[in-house]
């Protein structure tokens, strides 16, 4: 008995497996009920009693050893079940991000902010909802004036007036009354208007205006800054042409147009002028001014207000203002990088 057990110890040390069934089949033959050293316990009873505590002892060991062993030859197994290589396939093409892109008219809302900015101009906010004074009544708009119907809007209330405000110049005048001179501001916002709806005119739509107040401010400034923002924002060889019109709140008024990108070729967004207009301007009535608290007689200021949409649409060739509010993916995945 003593030759069989050193018999199986030596079979133990020297089995191979390279599968599943040849390690069961091990197990079979060794650990399981009817295997070889169940089969030597039960053998045991037969040993001579003077010869029993050596042949206890190396029972004990052989049963250990093939336990040792199956979880020995089990575990390399496993270990050789698993890939070879790396388990991460750095060949393979990466999980694409989709990236988003900014709203057009937020790209052009921050590129007029920015040029501004540069010129030490500061961005003020107000309400979309406003009272008849702040969008009308301090802006010189007489309470029958034909000026009202030109900016007719949405009344939330009558009596007193409630109105969706219909330009941020209602910013200005809020800020001109909080605020003391020197005043450099820019009001980017949404306004709403009372139109049909179609390729070139919205009931929403957005503008910057822009205000500057403070002693000896003259037409000059203003033309010159203007000048300065449509290169800017247009590039270098871009002209600029102001007509006269008519603002209740500013005295002289003028409205202001830039050379096409066609130069005068003639195209459909400037209608074959060779000019497209994008913004109204002028200086700021006297009467404004006092209406906020400012003395006419020390201070002077201009005034300027661009829609953002037109500038969108010269800029960027589109020929549809609805489109800035369909949210189709396949218009706003085209300004993908743009900042
Ligand atoms: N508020 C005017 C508009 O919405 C634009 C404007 C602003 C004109 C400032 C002159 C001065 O039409």
Redesign the pocket.
Known sequence: MKDKVAGYLGEIAAVRIDSHEALEAYRLKYLSRKGVVQQLFAEFKTVAPEQRREMGVLLNELKEKAQERFDALKEALERSAQPSGPATDFSRPAIQHPLGSRHPIAIVRNQVDEIFTRLGFVVSEGPEIEDDWHNFSA?NFAPEHPARD??DTFFIHRDPEVLLR????SV?VRVMSSQAPPIRTISPGR?FRNEAISARAHVIFH?V???YIDKGVSFADLRQTLLYFAREMFGEETRIRLRP?Y?P??EP?AEMDISCSCKGAGCRICKYTGWVEI????M?DPAVLANCGIDPEVYSG??????IERMTLVKYNVNDLRLFFENDIRFLRQFTGVS
């Open positions: 802006l030109m900016q219909t330009h941020t110049s200005q306004v503008q205006e822009g205000l019109s603002f709140f500013t008024s913004l109204g301007c002028g700021v201009y005034a300027f207000g661009m829609g």
